[in-house]
Protein backbone atom coordinates (compact mmCIF):
# COMPACT_ATOMS: atom_id res chain seq x y z
CA UNK A 1 0.00 0.00 0.00
CA UNK A 2 1.16 3.82 -1.28
CA UNK A 3 1.10 6.20 1.89
CA UNK A 4 1.20 9.45 0.30
CA UNK A 5 1.52 11.03 3.31
CA UNK A 6 4.88 13.62 2.84
CA UNK A 7 7.24 13.81 5.96
CA UNK A 8 6.99 17.58 7.22
CA UNK A 9 9.90 19.62 8.38
CA UNK A 10 10.32 20.71 12.12
CA UNK A 11 11.70 23.61 13.96
CA UNK A 12 14.56 22.16 14.86
CA UNK A 13 15.00 20.34 11.52
CA UNK A 14 14.70 23.75 9.78
CA UNK A 15 17.49 24.98 12.90
CA UNK A 16 19.78 22.17 11.97
CA UNK A 17 18.90 22.82 8.00
CA UNK A 18 20.23 26.02 7.88
CA UNK A 19 23.67 25.22 9.91
CA UNK A 20 24.22 22.64 6.74
CA UNK A 21 23.56 24.88 4.28
CA UNK A 22 25.53 27.53 5.46
CA UNK A 23 28.52 25.14 5.63
CA UNK A 24 28.31 23.58 2.75
CA UNK A 25 27.05 26.30 0.51
CA UNK A 26 30.66 28.42 0.70
CA UNK A 27 32.40 25.14 -0.12
CA UNK A 28 30.98 23.57 -3.28
CA UNK A 29 33.70 23.95 -5.47
CA UNK A 30 36.01 22.34 -2.75
CA UNK A 31 33.95 19.13 -2.98
CA UNK A 32 33.65 18.80 -6.50
CA UNK A 33 37.64 18.22 -6.41
CA UNK A 34 37.65 16.61 -3.35
CA UNK A 35 39.71 13.11 -4.42
CA UNK A 36 37.42 11.46 -1.49
CA UNK A 37 34.43 12.41 -2.76
CA UNK A 38 35.18 12.04 -6.99
CA UNK A 39 36.13 8.32 -6.36
CA UNK A 40 36.15 5.36 -4.62
CA UNK A 41 35.01 1.37 -5.05
CA UNK A 42 31.28 2.52 -3.47
CA UNK A 43 30.78 4.70 -6.51
CA UNK A 44 31.80 2.34 -8.65
CA UNK A 45 29.92 -0.05 -7.13
CA UNK A 46 26.80 2.69 -7.49
CA UNK A 47 27.92 2.62 -11.32
CA UNK A 48 27.30 -0.82 -11.40
CA UNK A 49 24.08 -0.91 -9.86
CA UNK A 50 22.83 1.84 -12.13
CA UNK A 51 24.06 -0.32 -15.41
CA UNK A 52 21.76 -3.13 -14.12
CA UNK A 53 18.96 -0.34 -14.33
CA UNK A 54 19.11 1.21 -18.07
CA UNK A 55 15.94 2.71 -18.16
CA UNK A 56 15.56 4.03 -14.55
CA UNK A 57 14.73 7.18 -12.90
CA UNK A 58 17.66 7.82 -10.31
CA UNK A 59 17.17 9.95 -6.93
CA UNK A 60 20.71 11.18 -5.81
CA UNK A 61 19.67 11.89 -2.36
CA UNK A 62 21.88 14.54 -1.11
CA UNK A 63 23.88 14.89 -3.77
CA UNK A 64 26.57 17.61 -2.89
CA UNK A 65 28.64 18.26 -5.63
CA UNK A 66 27.27 15.30 -7.79
CA UNK A 67 29.83 12.56 -8.24
CA UNK A 68 27.13 9.91 -7.89
CA UNK A 69 25.26 12.02 -10.30
CA UNK A 70 27.68 11.39 -13.28
CA UNK A 71 28.94 8.32 -12.21
CA UNK A 72 25.10 7.20 -12.91
CA UNK A 73 23.88 9.17 -15.04
CA UNK A 74 25.28 7.77 -18.43
CA UNK A 75 23.80 4.47 -17.58
CA UNK A 76 20.37 5.48 -16.82
CA UNK A 77 17.59 7.20 -18.20
CA UNK A 78 17.47 10.21 -15.80
CA UNK A 79 19.16 11.54 -12.38
CA UNK A 80 17.47 13.82 -10.02
CA UNK A 81 20.41 15.82 -8.22
CA UNK A 82 18.82 16.35 -5.11
CA UNK A 83 20.15 18.64 -1.72
CA UNK A 84 19.75 21.56 0.73
CA UNK A 85 22.22 23.81 -0.95
CA UNK A 86 21.35 25.74 -3.60
CA UNK A 87 25.49 26.57 -4.02
CA UNK A 88 26.07 22.38 -4.36
CA UNK A 89 22.79 22.07 -7.23
CA UNK A 90 24.78 25.21 -9.17
CA UNK A 91 27.94 23.33 -8.89
CA UNK A 92 26.14 20.32 -10.15
CA UNK A 93 24.34 21.89 -13.39
CA UNK A 94 27.37 23.50 -14.35
CA UNK A 95 29.46 20.43 -14.09
CA UNK A 96 27.07 18.50 -15.85
CA UNK A 97 26.45 20.44 -18.56
CA UNK A 98 30.05 20.57 -18.84
CA UNK A 99 30.26 16.78 -18.77
CA UNK A 100 27.28 16.74 -21.79
CA UNK A 101 25.02 15.04 -19.71
CA UNK A 102 21.79 16.15 -20.09
CA UNK A 103 19.61 13.38 -18.28
CA UNK A 104 20.88 15.18 -15.09
CA UNK A 105 18.19 17.77 -13.17
CA UNK A 106 18.40 19.69 -10.03
CA UNK A 107 16.27 19.60 -7.18
CA UNK A 108 15.95 21.65 -3.73
CA UNK A 109 15.00 20.37 -0.29
CA UNK A 110 15.59 17.94 2.48
CA UNK A 111 16.29 14.13 2.92
CA UNK A 112 12.67 14.10 5.56
CA UNK A 113 10.78 15.77 3.32
CA UNK A 114 10.53 14.93 -1.06
CA UNK A 115 8.47 16.77 -3.36
CA UNK A 116 7.99 13.70 -5.36
CA UNK A 117 5.05 11.76 -6.33
CA UNK A 118 4.44 8.43 -4.95
CA UNK A 119 6.80 5.39 -6.96
CA UNK A 120 8.62 8.10 -9.07
CA UNK A 121 11.97 6.44 -8.84
CA UNK A 122 13.54 3.00 -9.50
CA UNK A 123 16.92 3.76 -7.58
CA UNK A 124 17.31 6.22 -4.74
CA UNK A 125 21.14 6.52 -3.97
CA UNK A 126 23.05 8.57 -1.38
CA UNK A 127 26.49 9.00 -0.35
CA UNK A 128 28.55 10.29 2.43
CA UNK A 129 25.22 12.54 3.26
CA UNK A 130 22.77 10.64 5.89
CA UNK A 131 25.19 11.50 8.89
CA UNK A 132 24.04 15.29 8.24
CA UNK A 133 20.22 14.20 8.19
CA UNK A 134 18.66 15.42 10.86
CA UNK A 135 15.77 12.16 11.05
CA UNK A 136 17.25 9.41 9.09
CA UNK A 137 14.06 7.07 9.92
CA UNK A 138 11.76 10.08 8.64
CA UNK A 139 14.25 10.28 4.98
CA UNK A 140 14.16 6.23 5.10
CA UNK A 141 10.68 6.55 4.77
CA UNK A 142 10.31 9.20 2.57
CA UNK A 143 12.82 7.30 0.09
CA UNK A 144 10.16 4.25 0.43
CA UNK A 145 7.24 6.35 -0.79
CA UNK A 146 8.78 7.72 -3.64
CA UNK A 147 10.41 4.42 -4.95
CA UNK A 148 8.38 2.01 -7.04
CA UNK A 149 7.58 -1.78 -5.80
CA UNK A 150 10.96 -3.40 -5.73
CA UNK A 151 13.15 -0.84 -6.13
CA UNK A 152 16.49 -0.37 -4.18
CA UNK A 153 18.47 2.12 -2.17
CA UNK A 154 21.96 1.97 -2.13
CA UNK A 155 23.29 4.03 0.88
CA UNK A 156 26.75 4.94 1.56
CA UNK A 157 28.21 6.41 4.37
CA UNK A 158 31.15 6.37 7.64
CA UNK A 159 30.00 4.27 10.28
CA UNK A 160 30.27 3.50 13.63
CA UNK A 161 31.68 0.43 15.07
CA UNK A 162 29.06 0.28 17.50
CA UNK A 163 31.42 0.28 20.22
CA UNK A 164 30.94 2.85 22.85
CA UNK A 165 34.57 4.53 23.26
CA UNK A 166 35.13 3.91 19.37
CA UNK A 167 31.90 5.85 18.68
CA UNK A 168 32.26 8.30 21.52
CA UNK A 169 35.69 9.50 19.77
CA UNK A 170 34.21 9.20 16.57
CA UNK A 171 31.21 11.55 16.92
CA UNK A 172 33.10 14.11 18.90
CA UNK A 173 35.77 14.44 16.24
CA UNK A 174 32.83 14.53 13.48
CA UNK A 175 30.85 17.37 15.26
CA UNK A 176 34.69 19.30 16.40
CA UNK A 177 35.18 19.38 12.23
CA UNK A 178 31.60 20.22 10.98
CA UNK A 179 28.88 21.35 13.46
CA UNK A 180 26.25 19.95 10.93
CA UNK A 181 27.06 16.46 11.92
CA UNK A 182 24.41 14.02 13.41
CA UNK A 183 25.63 11.14 13.28
CA UNK A 184 27.68 8.40 11.70
CA UNK A 185 25.49 5.24 12.25
CA UNK A 186 26.65 1.71 12.84
CA UNK A 187 25.39 -1.15 10.51
CA UNK A 188 23.18 -2.20 13.12
CA UNK A 189 21.24 0.84 13.50
CA UNK A 190 21.34 1.29 9.22
CA UNK A 191 19.30 -1.88 9.28
CA UNK A 192 17.31 -1.54 12.42
CA UNK A 193 15.78 1.83 10.73
CA UNK A 194 15.42 0.42 6.92
CA UNK A 195 13.79 -2.63 8.19
CA UNK A 196 11.30 0.24 10.33
CA UNK A 197 10.84 1.57 7.08
CA UNK A 198 10.07 -1.82 4.85
CA UNK A 199 13.05 -2.45 3.59
CA UNK A 200 15.37 -5.65 3.26
CA UNK A 201 18.47 -5.44 3.08
CA UNK A 202 20.80 -6.63 -0.08
CA UNK A 203 24.27 -6.61 0.58
CA UNK A 204 26.11 -4.79 2.90
CA UNK A 205 29.66 -3.94 1.88
CA UNK A 206 32.31 -2.61 4.63
CA UNK A 207 35.20 -0.35 4.06
CA UNK A 208 37.87 2.13 5.14
CA UNK A 209 39.00 5.71 4.11
CA UNK A 210 42.03 7.22 4.36
CA UNK A 211 41.71 11.10 5.49
CA UNK A 212 44.49 13.63 5.41
CA UNK A 213 44.08 15.83 8.58
CA UNK A 214 44.85 19.03 6.58
CA UNK A 215 42.67 18.71 3.70
CA UNK A 216 40.25 17.32 5.67
CA UNK A 217 40.15 20.12 8.15
CA UNK A 218 40.80 22.77 5.16
CA UNK A 219 37.53 21.66 3.04
CA UNK A 220 35.47 22.17 5.79
CA UNK A 221 37.17 25.16 6.90
CA UNK A 222 37.45 23.83 10.45
CA UNK A 223 38.36 26.75 12.76
CA UNK A 224 41.66 26.85 13.83
CA UNK A 225 40.81 26.30 17.75
CA UNK A 226 38.58 23.20 16.76
CA UNK A 227 41.53 21.47 14.80
CA UNK A 228 43.44 21.93 18.16
CA UNK A 229 40.48 20.46 19.99
CA UNK A 230 40.83 17.31 17.46
CA UNK A 231 44.27 17.13 17.66
CA UNK A 232 43.92 17.20 21.44
CA UNK A 233 41.43 14.20 21.81
CA UNK A 234 43.58 12.20 19.75
CA UNK A 235 46.58 12.19 21.46
CA UNK A 236 44.42 11.96 24.96
CA UNK A 237 42.60 8.61 23.49
CA UNK A 238 43.18 5.35 24.79
CA UNK A 239 46.09 3.30 22.65
CA UNK A 240 42.90 1.34 21.09
CA UNK A 241 41.57 4.29 19.80
CA UNK A 242 44.48 5.07 18.31
CA UNK A 243 45.00 2.06 17.01
CA UNK A 244 42.05 1.20 15.63
CA UNK A 245 41.84 4.73 13.58
CA UNK A 246 45.10 4.47 12.56
CA UNK A 247 45.64 8.01 13.85
CA UNK A 248 49.02 9.54 12.33
CA UNK A 249 51.52 11.92 13.98
CA UNK A 250 50.05 14.98 11.60
CA UNK A 251 46.47 13.97 12.72
CA UNK A 252 45.63 11.69 9.33
CA UNK A 253 43.52 8.57 10.38
CA UNK A 254 41.07 5.86 8.70
CA UNK A 255 37.28 5.75 9.12
CA UNK A 256 34.91 2.76 8.90
CA UNK A 257 32.85 3.20 5.92
CA UNK A 258 29.82 1.17 4.79
CA UNK A 259 27.73 0.59 1.72
CA UNK A 260 23.72 -1.18 2.49
CA UNK A 261 21.77 -2.21 -0.34
CA UNK A 262 18.21 -1.92 0.38
CA UNK A 263 15.31 -3.53 -1.52
CA UNK A 264 11.46 -2.35 -0.92
CA UNK A 265 9.03 -4.23 0.35
Known amino acids: MSDTRRTTATPSHDSHNAVVTGQFGPQASAYLTSANHAQGADLEQLASIARAHARAQVLDLGCGAGHVSFFTAPHVARVVAYDLSADMLGVVAG ?52 LKPGGRVAICDVA ?35 AGAGFSAASVTPRTLELDFKTWTTRMRTPESMQVAIRALQTAMADSVREHFRI ?16 AG
Open 248 to 263: QDDGSFTLDTVTLELI
Open 95 to 146: EAAKRGLKNIDTQLGAAESLPFDDASFDLVFSRYSAHHWADVGAALREMRRV
Open 160 to 194: STGQPLFDTYLQAVEVLRDTSHVRDYSTGEWLTMA
